[in-house]
């Protein structure tokens, strides 16, 4: 699939500080767009927080981001309109009573909607069904996700497909909006090594179309970028482990704009 340039990252002595303690502190790289950056920790070292940081959901607290030339924390939403989330629990979960075609018509809806232009609405609903189509199709074919194989094809629901499976259905829903920056929590999480290796693949392939990628993972493959995080003595900051719920609040408590 097609991608518009990716989002160059930088940070400089980033981090974020809740009610609760540090969520993550004293981050500091650098990447090109279109890089493969993996966010390597173990669970409640701050990786989650640090990925809705980078992507404009969470207000850090100390030093400073520059994601696509746009400065954090003053321009989350800036950041928020050119990136895009896959799988982060809490926050983008797909609906296990749905099934694989209405998230695909819900997020095509969503677009056509408000990511798009006003013109665009005036268009005849023939063109506008076609061209909702295009998008599923460009964006599933990206994310590897071949719906013919699935148990009962399109009508399968979220609940009985694979890990594998439903990463690159949530993966496939980011891509629709052709964010220059994607963001993928719990990459590696429950698959094997197998799949691991298949998931890998998926995001390697996307950034070397031109999309920088941002993964959250607990071991990160040789060729990527490695942001490494580490549990800060006392923290007790919502991470991969808790509750949407426990996510929402931490949003809400350091800010999201």
Partial sequence: MDSPHGASLSAE???????RGWAFRGVQFTAGPGSLV?????????????????????????????????????????????????????????????????????RALLRRRFGGSPRALLRPRAERAATARASIDTALEAAGLDLAVLPKAERTSVRDLERLEALRLSVALALMSRPRLLAVDDTDLKLSATDRALAWELLRTLAAGGTTVLA??????????????????????????????DTADAIAETGRA
């Avoid at 002595?13 to 009610?19: A, E, Y």
């Avoid at 321009?75 to 998230?103: C, I, K, M, N, Q």
């Avoid at 990527?224 to 800060?232: D, F, G, I």
């Fill in 216 to 245: 959250v993972c607990s071991e990160s493959p040789e060729d990527a970028l490695t942001v490494r995080t580490r549990p800060e003595a006392g923290a007790d900051i919502p991470d991969d482990t808790t509750t949407g719920k």
């Fill in 13 to 19: 002595d980033f981090g974020l500080k809740g009610p």
């Fill in 38 to 106: 993996a966010v390597e920790g173990p669970s409640g070292s701050g990786r989650t927080c640090l990925l809705l940081a980078l992507t404009g959901r969470m207000r850090s607290t100390q030093g400073h981001a520059e994601v696509g030339g746009e400065r954090l924390p003053g321009r989350l939403a800036a950041v928020r309109r050119f990136s895009a989330l896959g799988p982060v629990p809490g926050v983008s979960d797909l609906d296990p009573s749905l099934t694989v075609a209405e998230h695909l018509r819900e």
